[in-house]
């Protein structure tokens, strides 16, 4: 079974001040990560996910995210956010193997960008 | 736009009563799956389907039950409604059962009075 922490329920930020939201999970077998981001009344948009290789990802909207295995982290970053980025990001994980691939989300960081 | 739809948008209904969510996957993906999202619970994962089977179960109640259909789409049916069921209902679609990208639809609001 796997678990997902997200460390701080609200960031708020000023516009164009870089940003990191912070996800660790637990899980006992390998993982697949992700990050989505849900806007006002709308559903869950995939940002970047981690499968294997670089640990370094890229996303959309100049997203990033870095995998540290020894830490069990997955951090969010951006240089630099715009009001538009205003949204609740959700970050997931889902075992690599076996025959189940749900994913386990947590619950939520609330960003906020102040002009 | 994911390619994920979902029907209705809004639904209000009340205690006891028993509604039918829709869901129709991105075109080509044949696995489904179905979340819940509510204040204290979160997101939780309810149950998937591929190519029509049951693949997998989570925190589903027993008053809950799916199915997905040989043309792919797949329904959420919700009995004896309670407050408590009062969330939003979101349906995820994935091209096979072992991929974990999952593409969500906008999701259906439900709201039990």
């Known amino acids: 079974a796997q678990s997902v922490t997200q460390l701080d329920s609200q960031v708020p930020v000023f516009e164009e001040a870089p940003v990191e939201l912070r996800c660790n999970y637990s899980s006992s077998v390998s993982v697949y990560l992700f990050w989505y981001v849900q806007y006002p009344n709308q559903g869950l948009q995939l940002l970047l996910k981690?499968?294997?290789?670089?640990?370094l990802v890229k996303g959309i909207n100049g997203f990033e995210a870095e995998f540290n295995k020894s830490q069990t982290s997955f951090h969010l970053r951006k240089p630099s956010v715009h009001i538009s980025d205003t949204a609740e990001y959700f970050c997931?994980?889902?075992?690599?193997?076996?025959?189940?691939?749900?994913?386990?989300f947590g619950k939520g960081t609330l960003l906020t960008v102040n002009p | 736009d994911s390619g994920v739809t979902q029907t209705p948008k809004h639904l209000i209904t009340a205690t006891g009563q028993r509604v039918t969510l829709r869901c129709s996957p991105r075109s080509g993906d044949l696995s489904v799956y179905w979340y819940q999202q509510s204040l204290d619970q979160g997101l939780q994962f309810l149950i998937q389907?591929?190519?029509?089977?049951?693949?997998a179960k989570g925190n589903i109640l027993e008053r809950f039950s799916a199915q997905q259909f040989p043309d792919l789409h797949s329904e959420l049916n919700l009995s004896s409604l309670e407050l408590g069921d009062s969330a939003l209902y979101f349906c995820?679609?994935?091209?096979?059962?072992?991929?974990?990208?999952?593409?969500f639809g906008p999701g259906t609001r439900l709201t039990v009075t």
């Open positions: 389907y591929y190519n029509g089977e049951e693949r």
């Open positions: 981690y499968l294997s290789g670089s640990t």
């Open positions: 995820a679609s994935s091209v096979a059962d072992r991929v974990s990208e999952q593409y």
């Open positions: 997931a994980v889902s075992g690599s193997g076996g025959s189940n691939y749900k994913l386990t």
